[in-house]
């Protein structure tokens, strides 16, 4: 019997690595209507400028 926290919530260490890896993800991907948002600026940005 394993003891430990992660032993309580992933069934292995694999497991564990692919829902971290899952919720990083989760987290750094940008908002689509943020970025959404900024790439319409620097498109105005840039046709202000020609």
């Known amino acids: ?5 992660a032993s309580n919530y992933f069934a292995n260490r694999t ?3 692919a829902q971290v ?3 990083t993800r989760e987290r750094l991907t940008p908002d689509p ?4 948002g900024t790439l319409d600026a620097d498109r ?5 400028e020609l």
Do not use: N, P, V
């Open 33 to 36: 209507a943020e970025l959404a």
């Open 15 to 17: 497991d564990m690595l």
């Open 44 to 48: 105005r940005m840039r046709w202000s």
């Open 21 to 23: 890896m899952r919720r």
């Open 1 to 5: 019997m394993h003891t430990g926290t």
